[in-house]
């Protein structure tokens, strides 16, 4: 999947996460999109997918895989820790008939 293709919600106003979502399904025309998020971001991650889906894009995407991950790093302190990660794939629904 192409790196132009994922999105990742961190600390930004909550519209730019949905008008980011919005704007590739209707002018970058994809077919894929994933939204990631890590820790504390998860659950924004959750709500940018459920209100693109279900306000903005209603009919048109749904969600159609969620990976959950963790990762291990060493912070600042020099300690292991681990985070724990997700990824919400929307796909564009095909036009009913």
């Given at each position: 999947?192409?790196?132009?293709?994922s999105?990742?919600?961190g600390?930004?106003?909550?519209?730019?996460?949905?008008?980011?979502?919005?704007?590739?399904?209707?002018?970058?025309?994809?077919?894929l999109?994933?939204?990631?998020?890590?820790?504390?971001f998860?659950?924004?991650?959750?709500?940018v997918?459920?209100?693109?889906?279900?306000k903005?894009?209603?009919?048109?995407?749904?969600?159609?895989?969620?990976?959950?991950?963790s990762e291990?790093f060493?912070?600042?302190?020099g300690?292991?820790?681990?985070?724990?990660?997700?990824e919400?794939?929307?796909?564009?629904?095909?036009?009913?008939?």
């Open positions: 999947m192409a790196a132009d293709n999105i990742f919600v600390g930004k106003p909550f519209m730019n996460y949905i008008t980011a979502v919005v704007m590739q399904f209707t002018t970058k025309n994809a077919d999109l994933t939204i990631k998020a890590r820790g504390k998860i659950s924004r991650a959750v709500d997918a459920e209100v693109a889906c279900k903005f894009l209603q009919g048109q995407v749904k969600v159609d895989e969620i990976r959950i991950d291990e060493t912070n600042k302190e300690r292991q820790v681990s985070v724990s990660t997700i919400i794939v929307l796909k564009r629904q095909e036009p009913v008939e």
